[in-house]
């Protein structure tokens, strides 16, 4: 089995004064759009939203009754009982091509779904298309949507998948292509009407085509944590800025989604749960994280258990409790965010992998505590498995990738991809790989990304990819000149002008890192996300503070932006291929 992170796989101001990888790598610079300020020694995480729990207060009654709903959604018992209900209905009827089983969103993980079953009398492949929708007045015009659904490439008589890409409130007309061994293609169409959405986003995004002519990769564009107050989903747009899929979550934020290779994913549906759903849309493992709270992401191993970031927590009971509030002693506050648990899959047993506090002590010690009472020492936002317990970690707090070895016997720093200044004295100073060239050190980083090639083993050598929030600042470490780390490292956030989506190559031979790519963007000094899109070396990058996104192609010209509402921000955007 294949296990896959989903995660292998320009932006201007008003004056539309473009930054390319080219411009910024010479050091230009110019003015962007600023968005989002007084986020100063904040988790931007919203921690404290438990398994059953969003901001319920500020929820209304109709919000509080979905939200129960939801809840609901993620016990894989009633799942089991929804899918028991469906096949006994398809059982009592001879349903084919013609005149197939439908069912919209049965099991609640996609408001903008359906499921569809038949039997045909010879071997098909199967496809559809979502047909389109014309303008009426202030009704916007929606493109056709085609896509094949998980095993539908592949020859069979008998066909159960779900539909995505449905028209929010509306009676969406489905064309099913079945296509004979022989290459002959029939069609048949049905309808399914959809409610509207559940959640407060918007149905297209604002949307500026950029003056790159490279065509934007495949895939949905997936909003992961569009947090708010209200109630929480994950988003699901295509390149017209149409959505196409309302995924609900039962609070906090799904990071990232990862695919065991079934045609499943896999995500967190709040800070204690990690879910599994199908590929007909059926919830079929819950996760629980016992005693400690998820936070910012997670990663397969060598043998597909979840490795997730996770901070120290009460009971789940507790979570709703204001830990921190109860603390007087340095000693017993909450250590957020500086731990790495396995979720044993098979099991569902729980199991402490990494505590970094025992890692880095004397950093730890020297660290404040935060204005919230938590002691946000190191604050790891992204985890990369590269194999055989080898882990890259991200630590905004201490603007450092970090690379350990050996994690299930003796966790051990490899290298440290960080400042010198920040990191004298540690006595890690022989773990830090050297910048080769002038630049600016990362500064606050997030969504950092392993990218080996076909020589990494020979050679040592690979790439990392990163959003470099550009933003340096840390509570837990006041004292410290944050502008050491470069003459374009923003200190005053109201100073803030433009983030990076960067590359590195990483040389484990010679001990040094060079940056051979970067693409400025909107300033956001927290959350954000980078990614290697396509077969042509595309970048997306969020710049979550700014609320847009925009894929650029391998020059750093933007292919297409996207702007989108937020209550506070976006935290990343994925584009996969569902």
Request: aromatic share 10%; hydrophobic share 35%.
């Amino acid at each position: 089995m294949v296990f896959k992170d989903g995660n292998d796989m320009e932006l201007s101001d008003k004056d539309s004064r473009l930054f390319s990888r080219r411009a910024a790598l010479a050091g230009a610079a110019g003015t962007l759009a600023l968005a989002g300020t007084g986020l100063m020694g904040c988790s931007v995480g919203g921690a404290g939203t438990g398994a059953a729990s969003t901001a319920s207060n500020e929820l209304t009654d109709e919000q509080k009754k979905l939200h129960k709903q939801i809840v609901a959604t993620y016990d894989v018992e009633k799942q089991a009982a929804i899918k028991e209900r469906l096949d006994a209905e398809y059982a009592g009827g001879g349903y084919n091509e013609t005149t197939p089983f439908i069912a919209q969103d049965p099991f609640g993980t996609d408001t903008l779904s359906c499921y569809v079953r038949f039997a045909t009398t010879d071997s098909v492949t199967v496809s559809y298309k979502v047909a389109g929708r014309k303008k009426t007045g202030d009704t916007p015009k929606v493109a056709a949507f085609s896509h094949t659904p998980h095993g539908g490439d592949a020859p069979a008589t008998e066909h159960e998948f779900k539909v995505i890409g449905l028209i929010p409130n509306h009676k969406n007309t489905v064309t099913i292509t079945c296509t004979a061994q022989d290459g002959i293609s029939r069609t048949s169409t049905f309808t399914v009407k959809t409610p509207a959405l559940k959640g407060e986003e918007e149905e297209q995004l604002a949307v500026t085509s950029g003056e790159s002519n490279t065509p934007l990769a495949d895939g949905l564009f997936t909003i992961l944590g569009n947090d708010s107050s209200k109630l929480d989903f994950m988003y699901l747009y295509d390149k017209d800025g149409q959505i196409r899929g309302e995924v609900p979550i039962v609070g906090y934020r799904s990071h990232r989604l990862l695919f065991p290779g079934d045609g499943s994913m896999i995500m967190s549906v709040s800070t204690t749960k990690m879910a599994q759903i199908n590929a007909i849309g059926q919830v079929v493992n819950v996760w629980s994280t016992g005693d400690y709270e998820l936070h910012h992401d997670y990663a397969f191993d060598d043998d597909g258990n979840l490795l997730v970031l996770a901070s120290h927590a009460g009971s789940e009971a507790d979570l709703d409790v204001d830990r921190a509030a109860a603390k007087k002693d340095k000693d017993d506050r909450v250590n957020v965010e500086d731990l790495i648990i396995k979720v044993d899959i098979t099991t569902g047993d729980v199991s402490l992998v990494v505590d970094l506090g025992d890692i880095f002590p004397d950093l730890k010690a020297s660290a404040k505590v935060a204005s919230d009472g938590d002691l946000d020492w190191i604050h790891i936002n992204t985890i990369q498995w590269l194999g055989g317990g080898t882990v890259l970690l991200s630590s905004r707090e201490t603007s450092t990738v970090i690379k350990l070895t050996d994690i299930y016997g003796t966790p051990t720093v490899d290298w440290l991809m960080g400042s010198p200044e920040f990191w004298a004295g540690s006595g890690f100073e022989d773990k830090l790989l050297q910048a080769q060239g002038d630049f600016s050190l990362n500064a606050g980083q997030h969504s950092v990304t392993y990218l080996p090639n076909d020589e990494t083993t020979a050679t040592g050598r690979y790439q990392v990819l990163l959003y470099d929030n550009n933003f340096g600042v840390a509570e837990s470490y006041p004292k410290f000149d944050w502008g050491q780390l470069g003459a374009a490292v923003v200190t005053d956030y109201s100073k803030g002008t433009h983030s990076f989506g960067r590359i590195f190559t990483v040389d484990e031979t010679a001990r040094t890192y060079e940056l051979v790519d970067q693409i400025a963007v909107p300033f956001s000094g927290y959350v954000s996300s980078a990614q290697r899109v396509g077969d042509s070396n595309s970048m997306l990058v969020a710049s979550g503070i700014a609320k847009t996104f925009a894929e650029y192609d391998r020059y750093g010209l933007p292919i297409a932006t996207y702007e989108m509402e937020a209550e506070k921000y976006i935290y990343r955007v994925y584009k996969y291929e569902l």
